[in-house]
C-alpha cells in the first residue's frame, strides 16, 4: 500500500504563491502517476495537476495552467505543487492522489482514477 502526506498549505494574499509538497511511503515503486485535486468550500473536488513518474509528463486543469506547476522528486519519492498568482477562487483543501494506472492524458483528470490519497491541506487566499 502507499500512504501520502501532504503539507505547505497555509494563507496567502492573492497575488502570492505557495509550494505545497506530498510524501508518498509504503509501497512507492509501484506509483506510476501522482496527482492534485482541490475542494472549495461546498463545492465538488476538482482537478488541479498531474503528473507521470517517468518521464514526468504533465497535464494541468485550465485554471490553473501557466500559474502552477506541478514536479516530483524520485530520489525523496515527493511531489509539489508551486503556486503562483494565487487568486481567491484557490481557496479549498487540496488532495494529494496517486495510482498504479498507466499514464493518460484524460484519465488523469478523474479522481476516480486515483487509488491512494492524502489527508488534505488547507489553502486559503485573500482578496
Known amino acids: 500500500q502507499v500512504q501520502l502526506v501532504e503539507s505547505g498549505g497555509g494563507l496567502v494574499q492573492a497575488g502570492g504563491s505557495l509550494r505545497l509538497s506530498c510524501a508518498a511511503s509504503?509501497?512507492?515503486?509501484?506509483?506510476?502517476?501522482m496527482g492534485w485535486f482541490r475542494q472549495p468550500p461546498g463545492k465538488e473536488r476538482e482537478f488541479v495537476a498531474a503528473?507521470?513518474?517517468?518521464?514526468?509528463?504533465?497535464v494541468y486543469a485550465d485554471s490553473v495552467k501557466g500559474r502552477f506547476t506541478i514536479s516530483r522528486d524520485y530520489a525523496k519519492n515527493t511531489m509539489s505543487l508551486q503556486m503562483n498568482s494565487l487568486k481567491p477562487e484557490d481557496t479549498a483543501v487540496y488532495y494529494c492522489?496517486?495510482?498504479?494506472?498507466?499514464?493518460?492524458?484524460?484519465?488523469?483528470?478523474?479522481?476516480?482514477?486515483?487509488?491512494?490519497w492524502g489527508q488534505g491541506t488547507q489553502v486559503a487566499v485573500s482578496s
Open positions: 492522489a496517486a495510482t498504479r494506472s498507466i499514464w493518460n492524458q484524460y484519465r488523469v483528470r478523474s479522481s476516480a482514477y486515483y487509488d491512494y
Open positions: 509504503g509501497r512507492t515503486f509501484s506509483i506510476n502517476v
Open positions: 503528473i507521470s513518474w517517468s518521464p514526468g509528463t504533465t
